[in-house]
Structure formats: structure tokens, C-alpha cells
């Protein structure tokens, strides 16, 4: 039994009794809301599945999708989870296309997406864990990038008000749905917003307080901050939404890929830029005292799968940017009273990059896509933790400099986001936009021909029992 519904207490998340809880554990990961770095496929989900579905047809298809979502996540998992990492909070991503048609009535909710939305929150009740509910991608995209499931580099969801609609419409079902499931600690609304006029933010915020309350007045809001959860600047004072924790995500450059090849050493200098890094986002937390969750963190490892040099030795240094972060997030709280803050590292589970656990070198899904990934990394055609083959980046950053010497460069820092380089749109638009689109028909076709039995195997490489546990990672966390 959990001890009644979580709610904020001043700094706090507190239980029933008001007892301080300390929410610790992941993101799920590429499960109800792919992402193309978690199983491999390039560019954006839902042209991947429009492609596999044309080359491979419904059957297979729906067959596919119905073992891989059933393996994802297990009660195997979920013992681990708690018992092994000793965690006691899932963040479960979620597409809306789950629930929602594009080609049908925004209005209408699919039950498919409760029915797989509940097999994992029933799995972790279980096992005493509580899930937070994250809307992953919305209609037109909430930001610009490649996570929010929209293929352009635009986020239009704040332009059309009947896409703000069918998704507030479909927060108030879910609320309905899990208005007394007191498992459920909160929903996540908006993962990693970025709205380049931030009162519309705020307005959609207020708007989900105002609709998704009259049905469920118990769980906590757990909003980002805007700019992918970065400034919260733009927000009025906290009160405007009661019963919310603010949601910062602290990732660190320290802990990625680089052409430079850069390894973070954890000097003096280096602390500091963490913790900066860290104390700036939680300004607005520690102004009005309310509680804070970083909701993604952690760094991208090596791998020899990969095609990495020396994995184990860039991965120390990796594994040192994530302890000297847990270490600030360990007295973190805006009390300032040394009482550790709630957070959710990403990713626990993906083919290699991030994850907690993650599939097998050896296993069907290396069998089929290992040589396709290597192609895929060489070109850069994941942003996220890319290092591009320094030839083929020269392509890029030519036409990068083209673009800053033929406009002045009060210019350059024009678009919004305005912390995006010129380099981040060129690669944006031509690398995850373009060259993704063409190269999924590609990757598609390894799919072609493929069995039953072979598409049940490649599924069930996504199984607990079939996965490698980062061990290394898995101590310093349990170590928390």
C-alpha cells in the first residue's frame, strides 16, 4: 500500500502523513516514445513506423510493436528497479500518439494507450515504485528537436490552439483515468517545452491546473522550465500553481562526445561550471522555496560496438561528471538544509548509449542493425551524444561558414532558441531532418524478410533477462 497521494510541502514532496519522500530513479526510455539514440532507427518515430509499416505491411508490423512494447518493460524490471537499484521513482515518457489520431478526432482517446500505460504503473505499484507521467511529444511539437516526434525544426504547437486543445483534453482523461491511483506521483505535462514567448507557456500551464483539477485535485504538476527546461525567468510567482515542483534538467557538456576528444579531469574549475551550471537553473526555486526535480541528467558512454577506442577509459571520466553531480544534487534542496533533491537520470534502458541496462552486443539486435549503426554514427545522424566523422562534418561546417559570412553576425543568435548556434540549425534541418528522412528507408529495409520468429527475437532483445547491466554506472547510483 503507498501512504496516500504525494503533494509539496514548502521544499518538500511529502507522503499522506507528510513525511518527506526523496523520489530517485529514471526515465523508462525508448519505450512509449521512441527515440532514435535509444533503439537505433534515424531521424523521428513516426516516419520511421510509416516506413517500416509500407516495406514490412500491418501484420508483421502491429506483431512487431505489440512484443516490443510487451518486453520493454517486465515485472523483471521492475524487481530490479527497486530491489537491486534500490530506486523508488519510473519516469514513463509518452508519445500522445498513443491516444490521439492524427488522421482521426483529436478528441477521441485511444484506450491502447491506458492499457499500456498500466502494465508498467501496475508493476511498479507493485514493487513499490512511483511513476511520474511525462507527455513526451504533442502535436506540432513543443520544441524543436527530433524527442517532441515532429519532423521540422519549428515547435508549432504554441501557434494552433486546437493542438494546445486536444492536449489538455487529453491531460484531464488521463487525470480522470488515475485520479485515485495514489502510485501515479504526478504528471509531467510538457517534457522540455520551448516557447519562444513565454506567457504561452504559462497559459497552457494555468490552463492544465484550472481543467485537469476539477477532476483529479490530488496529484502533483511537475512542469519544465522553458527553453528545454532550462529558464524559468518569465514564470509569476510559484503560487500560480499549487501543488507543483519545478522540473530543471542539468545535463553537463562534460559528459558527451566531442571532435577534441576533451575529457573532464573533476578539477576545481570544472566543479564550480557544474555547480553554476546547477544553481542557475534553480534560482527561481530557491526565490520562492518550492521543491525541485531535475528530471534528465547523466552523461553518454563509450562503447567498442560503437566503434570507440579505449571505452572503458573515456567511460571513467564519464563516471566521474555524474558522481561530482550527485554530489550537489546530495545537498541540492532550495531549503538549503542538506536534504537531497528528487531526480530521474536518463535513460534505464537503450541499445548502449546511456542506459542503466541495455541490449546485448551479442543479441538479435546487433545481429541485424550492428553494421547499419556504425554507418549511421559515422555520418552523424544522431544528435544526440554524435561525434561525426571529422570528413564528413567538414561538409557541414562549410556550409555553416557560408551562412556566417553572408549575414552580419547580430544575426547569428536571431533564432529562437537563441542558445542554439548557427551550426545546431545547419545540423538540424540537413542531418536530422533530411538526411534521417531519406536514410529510414534504408534502415527500414533490414527489417525486409524477416520472420516472425526473427521479428520476436529482435524484439526480445529489449528483455530484461536478454539486456547488459552497466555495472560501473548501477554502483555509483546505488551508492546514493
Not at 527497486?82 to 489520431?101: C, K, Q, S, T, W
Not at 489538455?168 to 488515475?178: D, H, Q, R, S, T
Request: with cysteine; hydrophobic share 35%; aromatic share 16%.
Amino acid at each position: 500500500m503507498s501512504n496516500g497521494f504525494l503533494r509539496t510541502q514548502g521544499t518538500k514532496i511529502v507522503d499522506g502523513e507528510g513525511k518527506p519522500v526523496v523520489l530517485k530513479g529514471t526515465a523508462i526510455g525508448g519505450h512509449l516514445n521512441m527515440e532514435n539514440f535509444i533503439t537505433g532507427y534515424p531521424g523521428h518515430e513516426t516516419e520511421h513506423k510509416k516506413v517500416l509499416k509500407k516495406k514490412i505491411g500491418q501484420e508483421k508490423f502491429d506483431f512487431f510493436f505489440d512484443k516490443f512494447y510487451d518486453y520493454f518493460w517486465t515485472e523483471k524490471d521492475a524487481d530490479f528497479f527497486a530491489n537491486e537499484l534500490g530506486f523508488n521513482a519510473l519516469r514513463i515518457p509518452f508519445n500522445y500518439r498513443h491516444f490521439i489520431d492524427d488522421e482521426g478526432d483529436f478528441f477521441k482517446i485511444n484506450p491502447k494507450g491506458f492499457e499500456r500505460l498500466d502494465k508498467v504503473i501496475n508493476s511498479c505499484a507493485k514493487y513499490g515504485i512511483y511513476t511520474i507521467l511525462d507527455l513526451h511529444a504533442v502535436p506540432g511539437g513543443q520544441n524543436q528537436d527530433w524527442h517532441a516526434d515532429s519532423a521540422i525544426h519549428k515547435s508549432i504547437f504554441w501557434d494552433f490552439k486546437i493542438f494546445q486543445d486536444c492536449i489538455v483534453n487529453l491531460w484531464i482523461e488521463i487525470a480522470k483515468y488515475y485520479k485515485d491511483n495514489t502510485w501515479v506521483a504526478g504528471y509531467n505535462p510538457l517534457n522540455e517545452p520551448a516557447s519562444p514567448d513565454h506567457s504561452k507557456l504559462v497559459n497552457i500551464y494555468k490552463r492544465f491546473d484550472t481543467e485537469i483539477r476539477k477532476v483529479d485535485p490530488n496529484h502533483i504538476f511537475f512542469l519544465d522550465g522553458n527553453t528545454y527546461s532550462m529558464d524559468f525567468r518569465q514564470f509569476p510567482p510559484a503560487d500560480f500553481i499549487k501543488n507543483a515542483v519545478y522540473a530543471i534538467h542539468d545535463y553537463s557538456v562534460f559528459g558527451f562526445p566531442s571532435l577534441d576528444g576533451y575529457l573532464y579531469k573533476g578539477t576545481d574549475e570544472e566543479k564550480a561550471k557544474l555547480k553554476q551550471q546547477y544553481e542557475r537553473k534553480l534560482e527561481y526555486m530557491q526565490k520562492y522555496q518550492v521543491p525541485v526535480w531535475n528530471g534528465e541528467f547523466g552523461p553518454v558512454y563509450a562503447s567498442k560496438e560503437r566503434g570507440d577506442e579505449n571505452p572503458e577509459f573515456i567511460n571513467e571520466h564519464r563516471y566521474n561528471v555524474l558522481k561530482d553531480q550527485i554530489a550537489i544534487y546530495k545537498t541540492g534542496d532550495p531549503s538549503g538544509d542538506g536534504t537531497p533533491i528528487s531526480w530521474s537520470i536518463w535513460v534505464y534502458k537503450d541499445i548502449g548509449y546511456q542506459g542503466l541496462t541495455y541490449v546485448d552486443p551479442e543479441s538479435k539486435w546487433y545481429q541485424v542493425f550492428g553494421k547499419w549503426l556504425l554507418k549511421k554514427r559515422k555520418l552523424g545522424l544522431d544528435r544526440w551524444g554524435c561525434d561525426i566523422d571529422p570528413e564528413n562534418d567538414k561538409l557541414y561546417e562549410n556550409l555553416v561558414q557560408h551562412i556566417l559570412d553572408n549575414t552580419p553576425e547580430k544575426y547569428h543568435r536571431a533564432l529562437y532558441p537563441h542558445n542554439w548556434h548557427v551550426k545546431d540549425y545547419v545540423y538540424r534541418v540537413c542531418k536530422d531532418m533530411l538526411f534521417s528522412q531519406i536514410a529510414t528507408h534504408e534502415y527500414a529495409d533490414l527489417f525486409v524478410g524477416l520472420s516472425f520468429e526473427e521479428l520476436d527475437e529482435l524484439a526480445a532483445s529489449f528483455k530484461f533477462e536478454n539486456t547488459v547491466k552497466r555495472e560501473k554506472l548501477n554502483a555509483i547510483l546505488k551508492d546514493y
